[in-house]
């Protein structure tokens, strides 16, 4: 198993940006598909983007396509989410989490604390 920790959420303006990072600690995270998801107040949990294992492809949610990227550091044993143009809509908590490597948007893993992003208007 992978043991994850998000970081790098707080408050922002509408239209601004945060980089968000998931460290892993594991052997397998070099070999394991990854996404980030996350929950608004009040809603159910949400796929958000996830990336393969080599960080060769990568899949979004359309909420955010155009707007998030994706990308991971294998030496680093760490996952980025890059939030551009950020709206109050993405106001939520943002989790990472494995992935199936054959259906990007389905977790696998055990979830961890989760980092709070918050947009205001």
């Known amino acids: 198993q992978v043991r994850l920790v998000e970081s790098g959420g707080g408050l922002v303006q509408a239209g601004g940006s945060l980089r968000l990072s998931c460290a892993a600690f594991?052997?397998?995270?070099?070999?394991?598909?990854m996404g980030w998801f996350r929950q608004a107040p009040g809603k159910e949990r949400e796929f958000v983007a996830a990336?393969?294992?080599?960080?060769?492809?990568?899949y979004y949610a359309d909420s955010v396509k155009g707007r998030f990227t994706i990308s991971r550091d294998n030496a680093k044993n760490t996952m980025y989410l890059q939030m551009n143009r950020l709206k109050t809509e993405d106001t939520a908590v943002y989790y990472c989490?494995?992935?199936?490597?054959?259906?990007?948007?389905?977790?696998?893993?055990?979830w961890g604390q989760g980092t709070q992003v918050t947009v205001s208007s």
């Open positions: 989490n494995t992935v199936n490597s054959a259906r990007l948007e389905v977790p696998e893993g055990i």
């Open positions: 594991g052997r397998t995270f070099s070999y394991s598909a």
């Open positions: 990336i393969n294992w080599s960080g060769g492809s990568t």
